[in-house]
């Protein structure tokens, strides 16, 4: 469990907020002595954070001693230097210049980013994407406009920097932000580890329902984790975690590889891992390992948008129906079916708008697909999803909402051996994450369709056979390696 503790001058300059023994001066952090194995995280509020102050030391200190501290002496150093922030800082002056206008005279802008948040609306998305960027408790800027907004300055700043309407923007922000610091009693002892579960609740089709994520929270409490549900803006707070629970659905060009890759960095054990999200997410990654490994799998092509002849080609190779998919595609979408030549261009010309490399598979008929978990390498749970009736996949998407077939959920010792053969020996060269394989049984042989990072286990659907097991067998990994983490 990580403890945290706020830096201070001294105890008057905390004066103005709630007491608690979490907040020391800078010498007491000077003579503080924590275990080798414990988990520390340093919020640095001193005065000054120029080079060689309190505040410098301080973080420099922290980083020396293995603690986790906001900022860190990367961060200060980065703020320093305005030719390095104004490269960042410029692909989002676009958004910011749309939501504050186009004033009649030149302007100036003066405010406080506030551990992300801001006082001004306008100025949210602005100081939420500085915080990711610079993670800071409070940084001071300012924004001018003559032909065009720029970022004239920033500053890392004091809490004290701050008039009353920010300083309970900021109370708020810190409890929000690092609800440990007040919660001393809150837990009980026999928590041993913190794991942080990414969710997003605004996600339409997400991994996992409600009950199955209050499900994983049980389990981990069973066992001696505190499992918090954070959210897409929560990636600053990662550090106070010794394990990241990857539960939205995940792609390269998106916040949950950006999460995965802040926690692998922090030493946190993380499920997925960047690397299984990257191999996984992309189809034409996947088709090209299944054929070096010898992974049993559809016929495939994988084809340019500049190739010359693309149809005639694809009829030398494959038979119809064909499949043609777009590499990033999850639950059935950017999947299409080709049942003739006129069908093929159709869907080419459609997706190739998308991708410039798109997958090209033989069509297997099958009534259900096989989903098979794994987890570290062996099965976990086992699958039938049913096609949506009069369609041809287990997922239809319409206009206004998505249906998907029915399913069986089996032991997987009633699997076929075929089937779990090919299942394990696609997930082997991925990695060692959770995973669930699609497979598709032909006359007896396992065909692999795709590996997914961030398999669906929704309550009463993939637990159905295992139940309660499920949760703690997959908690009870995160445990294991947790537990190998602090031992190393």
């Not at 939205?248 to 299984?276: C, R, W």
């Amino acid at each position: 469990m990580a403890q945290t503790y706020i830096v201070v001058d001294q105890k008057k300059d905390w004066s103005a907020f709630v007491a608690s023994d979490h907040v020391i001066t800078f010498p007491e952090y000077l003579s503080l002595t924590t275990k080798t194995s414990e988990r520390v995280r340093i919020i640095n509020l001193c005065k000054s954070s120029r080079y060689l102050s309190d505040g410098y030391y301080c973080s420099l200190l922290a980083e020396s001693r293995g603690h986790n501290v906001m900022p860190s002496v990367r961060t200060l150093n980065d703020l320093n230097k305005k030719a390095l922030y104004d490269i960042e800082l410029s692909q989002w002056l676009p958004t910011v210049a749309q939501k504050l206008g186009t004033p009649a005279e030149p302007t100036t802008i003066k405010g406080h980013a506030i551990f992300g948040n801001a006082l001004t609306p306008e100025l949210k998305d602005f100081t939420r994407k500085l915080f990711e960027k610079f993670p800071t408790p409070v940084i001071e800027f300012s924004l001018v406009f003559k032909k065009q907004w720029q970022v004239k300055s920033l500053k890392a700043v004091s809490h004290h920097a701050l008039n009353d309407e920010e300083e309970t923007l900021f109370a708020e922000a810190l409890d929000g932000f690092s609800n440990k610091v007040w919660s001393k009693g809150r837990k009980s002892r026999s928590v041993k580890f913190d794991l942080a579960m990414l969710v997003n609740p605004e996600e339409e089709l997400p991994p996992s329902d409600k009950q199955a994520l209050k499900k994983f929270v049980q389990a981990g409490k069973q066992l001696g984790i505190q499992v918090d549900m954070i959210g897409p803006k929560d990636i600053v707070r990662l550090p106070e975690y010794e394990g990241l629970f990857i539960r939205e659905t995940t792609n390269i060009d998106h916040h949950t590889y950006q999460f995965a890759k802040k926690a692998e960095a922090n030493g946190l054990v993380v499920m997925d891992d960047p690397q299984s999200i990257m191999r996984c997410t992309n189809k034409v990654y996947l088709a090209d390992l299944f054929n070096t490994h010898k992974v049993p799998s559809p016929k495939t092509r994988i084809i340019h948008k500049g190739e010359a002849n693309i149809e005639d080609t694809l009829e030398q190779a494959i038979s119809y129906p064909m499949v043609v998919k777009i590499p990033d595609g999850a639950f059935s979408k950017g999947v299409l079916k080709a049942q003739d030549r006129a069908e093929l261009s159709n869907c080419l010309a459609e997706l190739f708008k998308k991708s410039s490399l798109l997958l090209v598979q033989e069509y297997l008929y099958t009534e259900f697909d096989w989903r098979i978990g794994i987890l570290n390498n062996k099965p976990l749970y086992a699958c039938r999803y049913y096609m949506v009736k009069n369609h041809w996949q287990i997922y239809q998407h319409g206009e206004s909402k998505s249906e998907s077939g029915g399913f069986d959920t089996l032991p997987t010792f009633e699997v076929p051996r075929r089937v779990l053969q090919a299942a394990i020996a696609a997930t082997k060269p991925i990695g060692n994450g959770l995973y669930g394989v699609d497979v598709k049984e032909v006359k007896g042989r396992g065909y692999v369709i795709e590996v997914n990072d961030n398999p669906s286990i929704d309550r009463g659907v993939e637990d159905k056979y295992l139940g309660d097991e499920l949760y703690m067998q997959v908690m009870s990994e995160f445990l294991r390696r947790m537990q190998q983490k602090r031992m190393d």
